[in-house]
């Protein structure tokens, strides 16, 4: 537990620490000049990327649940696809298998592949929150909080489409479909269940009404209502989506459906705080936390496997943005005590995913290094 409180307190750190001595304090009597300003930024950029790449990047093949499954396929040298020789080159998650056949290049140990992809997943993340974000470190701690950073452990795949997906909601905001497309496109190609996203991008033409509320709701359903169809499907097509199509009575996510319900009840509520120029942003968001809502509770009410909230994340990432707007809105006179309390909610929710969820309770670095 130690180190992950260590990893946020570092990535705080510099965040705050590049962001102070990149705004001029006028107040203090002192400017800097807008190179100076960027190049502090960058730094601050860099060391960010740096810490989280390092952090899971360097980790032991046990922390996480399917990391041990990663690291024996990449050093047995037998390359991601199961079917290749059948499949082609790359098979049919090429993207990914790319990824293997580089790492492995580059060196046979599986601490290769696991910078790799940290790395890739690092700088997607936080180049997003750069682009879009209204305030890069209240960003970046809900990123790692609310454990969008932490997904990567234990589902290296889809943390990765997880993580190349959020570059795609610049172009949600900007309306440009096809480059929308290509970033969901390379996803794909890493994780299948990226193509569920593809909606995602009509969002930025929906206005925040009871109408387009409603109708949002009853599409979510359905399409959350086929999801376990479709993936059990999908299992019989390609065994390494079986796990989608047990069954997992045991475990129907309750709480997780609980919290993202009042994820998104929290930021609709606070919604009329925001700035009428940063609501359309905001809208999308609403709607992307609105379409993960309706995925936990259709999971949960119907019993089908857990798993499949996984899917869920792709949307409820849109937390990582709205959390910043609302911080942003409700700070203007000040920090206040509501804004304590859904900080140490999240550093909360932080610390009992660690130690419930993942298989990432005992980090440990690299033992073999």
Request: aromatic share 16%; proline share 2%; hydrophobic share 50%.
């Amino acid at each position: 537990m130690i180190y992950y409180i260590l990893l946020l307190l570092i990535v705080l750190v510099v965040c705050t620490v590049s962001c102070y001595w990149s705004t001029e304090r006028k107040l203090q009597g002192d400017s800097i000049s807008a190179f100076k300003r960027k190049t502090i930024n960058g730094v601050g950029f860099v060391s960010v990327v740096l810490v989280l790449t390092l952090f899971e990047g360097l980790r032991n093949s046990t922390v996480g649940t399917d990391t041990p499954g990663y690291c024996r396929i990449f050093e047995s040298g037998n390359g991601w696809d199961i079917n290749a020789e059948e499949s082609g080159l790359f098979g049919s998650e090429p993207l990914f298998n790319l990824i293997i056949n580089v790492s492995h290049i580059i060196s046979p140990h599986y601490v290769s592949l696991l910078l790799i992809v940290s790395f890739i997943c690092a700088i997607s993340a936080m180049k997003s929150i750069k682009d879009l974000s209204a305030n890069f470190t209240v960003s970046t701690f809900s990123f790692i909080t609310l454990a969008f950073y932490l997904f990567g452990f234990a589902a290296m795949r889809q943390g990765l489409a997880l993580c190349i997906f959020m570059l795609s909601i610049k172009y949600v905001i900007e309306r440009k479909f096809w480059k929308f497309m290509i970033v969901v496109l390379i996803g794909f190609l890493i994780h299948k269940t990226l193509l569920i996203t593809i909606p995602v991008y009509f969002l930025g033409y929906m206005r925040f009404t009871k109408r387009n509320f409603i109708i949002t709701i009853i599409v979510a359903f359905i399409i959350a209502s086929l999801l376990p169809i479709v993936l059990a499907y999908t299992s019989t097509l390609d065994e390494r989506y079986e796990y989608y199509a047990l069954e997992t009575p045991e475990s129907s996510g309750a709480l997780l459906t609980l919290f993202a319900v009042f994820l998104f009840m929290f930021f609709l509520v606070y919604r009329k705080t925001v700035a009428e120029i940063r609501l359309g942003m905001y809208d999308i968001y609403l709607y992307m936390l609105l379409i993960s809502a309706c995925v936990y509770v259709v999971v949960w009410v119907t019993g089908s496997n857990v798993e499949i909230n996984r899917i869920a994340m792709y949307f409820q990432v849109a937390s990582v943005f709205a959390m910043a707007e609302y911080y942003n809105a409700n700070t203007r006179n000040g920090i206040t005590l509501s804004t304590i309390v859904v900080f140490a909610a999240q550093l909360g929710y932080y610390i009992v995913y660690i130690g419930k969820i993942g298989g990432i309770s005992k980090y440990m670095f690299n033992s073999t290094l």
